[in-house]
């Protein structure tokens, strides 16, 4: 897409990552990198100011946690669920038994499957009812040697958000450490992680914080149950070769992405100018609309009629979902993601592993381009219809 023509297009793949970005995320990275890089650790930008730890601040601000040490960052969420997974079984040892769900995307799967296959730990996944984790299922699924839980918090296929404090509480009464993958849900779910059953909370920076890609982290209670699996330089103490065990310096380690951060807490800033009942409310207005719209279609299958996250999930009948993202990009210039996004049995249960065509709006969608999409792919399943009715 050339720039330029970026107005023509209506951006419905913002569970991948949101577009736009508010002007003033593109204008912090800008002023992050406009001037020299002062400061003797490596917690300062430039022109001395702090992107880290005004980023710090943000986050726990948002996500209703008091330190702002127990906020750290990472690549994406991705890279924080792989911290948190290998740091929690470093930090345990003897037989390991996980629970996990079939929601997950591969994000949590594909690392547990890999420790699986070695043979370090033995791995449950919860089923589902409609499209939520199936909460019935959390306490006969403990064992005497189930010391970790990671679940999904909001799901990307579906939009459902899971009530993991429910999930949390009757996994601590057997001691299991309980992690939250929290991609799709940190900025777009209000939270207070301190008041919550959950130990540690994995966010990305890009897609409802409306920061840039590269920046993500976690947030946690007590950092002692995680081991650190990076070393290296921190900017403090550099005289010792221990890697400092404090936070936040435990689990980070080498250069921030401090653009990325300035972005982030800008990002964040503008969620919380703009008020975060209000996006959310938007969100789901805007999307039960749509889901009314496309309803009327009687070959158009929807997978969630009531998300909780402005996600759609749904299919034309006698249509490949590849196709009809091609349909819509191509002719209409109507950007969706069409397959399995990453979390491949989540499908299994609601498509039959088929995939679909996933919806995804932002707070910059407007009801125009709600109201267009919906006509388009309303056309196009007439269009399918008529041809299925002539073969
Ligand atoms: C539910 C869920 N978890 C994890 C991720 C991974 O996020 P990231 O790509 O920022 O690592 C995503 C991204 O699509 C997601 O939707």
């Not at 299919?315 to 397959?339: K, Q, V």
Request: glycine content about 10%.
């Amino acid at each position: 897409m050339l720039r330029d023509d970026a107005s023509e297009f209506v951006y419905l793949n913002n569970a991948a990552t949101s577009w736009p970005k508010p002007p003033q995320v593109l204008n912090a990275v800008q002023e992050s990198l406009i001037s020299p890089f002062v400061g003797g650790g490596r917690s300062s930008g430039s022109d001395a100011q702090d992107y880290i730890w005004d980023a710090r601040t943000a986050v726990a601000g948002l996500l209703g946690v008091c330190d702002e040490e127990r906020v750290l960052f990472s690549h994406n969420a991705t890279d924080a669920l792989n911290t948190l997974i290998h740091g929690f079984l470093s930090a345990h040892s003897g037989p390991v038994h996980v629970i996990s769900s079939v929601l997950e995307h591969n994000s949590v799967l594909r690392p547990l499957w890999e420790l699986k296959q070695a043979g370090r730990i033995e791995l449950t996944l919860l089923p589902m009812k409609g499209a939520y984790l199936d909460l019935d299922t959390v306490s006969d699924s403990v064992r005497s040697e189930t010391k970790l839980a990671v679940l999904n918090h909001g799901s990307n296929v579906l939009g459902s958000v899971q009530d993991l404090d429910r999930a949390g509480k009757i996994l601590h009464e057997s001691g299991v450490y309980v992690i939250a993958d929290g991609a799709q849900t940190a900025g777009h779910v209000p939270l207070v992680f301190d008041q919550l059953a959950i130990d540690a909370y994995a966010f990305t920076g890009h897609k409802a914080l409306f920061g840039i890609p590269g920046t993500g982290g976690f947030i946690i209670k007590d950092p002692e149950e995680i081991t650190p699996i990076r070393y290296g330089g921190t900017g403090s103490n550099s005289v010792s070769l221990n890697h400092p065990r404090d936070l936040p310096e435990r689990f980070e380690a080498g250069t921030h992405n401090f653009p990325g951060l300035a972005a982030l807490t800008a990002g964040i800033d503008f969620i919380q100018t703009t008020g975060q009942k209000s996006i959310e409310e938007k969100g789901i207005r805007q999307s039960r609309m749509m889901i009314d719209g496309l309803k009327a279609e009687p070959n158009i299958t929807i997978y969630n009629e009531t998300p909780d996250l402005p996600i759609i999930s749904l299919n034309i009948d006698g249509l490949d979902n590849e196709d009809l993202g091609f349909i819509l990009t191509r002719a209409y210039r109507i950007i969706t993601r069409s397959g399995l996004h990453c979390a491949p049995l989540v499908h299994k249960e609601t498509d039959g592993g088929r995939g679909s065509v996933r919806l995804s709006l932002s707070w910059f969608t407007t009801d125009e381009e709600c109201i267009r999409a919906v006509q388009v792919i309303r056309e196009v399943a007439r269009s399918a219809n008529s041809q299925i009715s002539q073969a």
